[in-house]
């Protein structure tokens, strides 16, 4: 199966400036690459996703990168905002048309917004 | 929009108990997902169906989960008999489809305490 790993693990910014979070995979056939944030007493909820034919996708202060030779993707959040605290999950996706593999969650990060 | 809807919010049990964890998925969503998460494990899938039929159960940890879907529009998520370790906050999710425009919808989950 898909082993994914997220760095940092915790990630302490001050607020305005910039925070980026990696996710690294093993499989190579992956082809989808969803990031998702998770607020205190809530589920997941998708934020921004990107294709493997994409390198880049931009989303106002959001933006996702990808370098399928490496393996890894990157969430990039710029201009950070107190609501921005909250633990950031990615989850790379092997799709074909027959079906998935993976839905494997990375461990999370959990970002920190310092005023 | 209700979302998915899960019930109970939190569930405490004494070891040896049944639980039964309950999910209501997005009407029109073919596809449900039951996820555990802990501080130590992150994220797990334990099973999915598609239009109402188990597709991977691989990740249930013993015979003491079950999990049913009668209809397209309910779930259930069934421990028996309890133990301490079963402790964590458990998801639910569905999604259109499975695939690259189809992310995961998630509940706000159930959090059960074994004691």
């Known amino acids: 199966g898909e082993n994914v790993e997220q760095h940092p693990s915790t990630l302490s910014v001050q607020e305005g400036d910039s925070a980026v979070i990696k996710c690294t995979y093993s499989?190579?056939?992956?082809?989808?690459f969803p990031w998702y944030k998770q607020e205190l007493g809530k589920g997941p909820q998708l934020i921004i996703d990107?294709?493997?034919?994409?390198g880049e996708k931009k989303d106002q202060r959001i933006a996702v990168t990808l370098n399928k030779t490496a393996k890894h993707f990157s969430l990039h959040i710029t201009e950070t905002q107190p609501e921005d605290s909250a633990v950031y999950f990615c989850?790379?996706?092997?799709?074909?048309?027959?079906?998935?593999?993976?839905?494997?969650f990375g461990k999370g990060t959990h970002l920190i917004i310092q005023p | 929009d209700a979302g998915v809807i899960q019930s109970p919010r939190h569930e405490v049990t004494e070891m040896g108990q049944e639980v039964t964890l309950r999910c209501k998925p997005i009407?029109?969503?073919?596809?449900l997902f039951w996820y555990r998460q802990t501080m130590m494990r992150g994220l797990e899938l334990l099973i999915y169906?598609?239009?109402?039929?188990?597709?991977?159960d691989s990740g249930m940890p013993e015979d003491r989960f079950s999990a049913k879907m009668p209809n397209a529009s309910f779930s259930t998520l069934k421990i028996q008999p309890s133990e301490p370790r079963d402790s964590a906050v458990y998801f639910c999710?569905?999604?259109?489809?499975?695939?690259?425009?189809?992310?995961?919808?998630f509940g706000n989950g159930t959090r059960l305490t074994v004691t």
């Open positions: 499989d190579s056939a992956s082809n989808y």
């Open positions: 999710a569905s999604s259109l489809a499975l695939g690259l425009n189809s992310p995961l919808h």
């Open positions: 989850a790379p996706l092997m799709y074909s048309g027959g079906g998935a593999d993976g839905l494997t």
């Open positions: 990107i294709r493997s034919n994409v």
């Open positions: 009407s029109g969503h073919d596809y």
């Open positions: 169906f598609n239009n109402n039929v188990p597709i991977d």
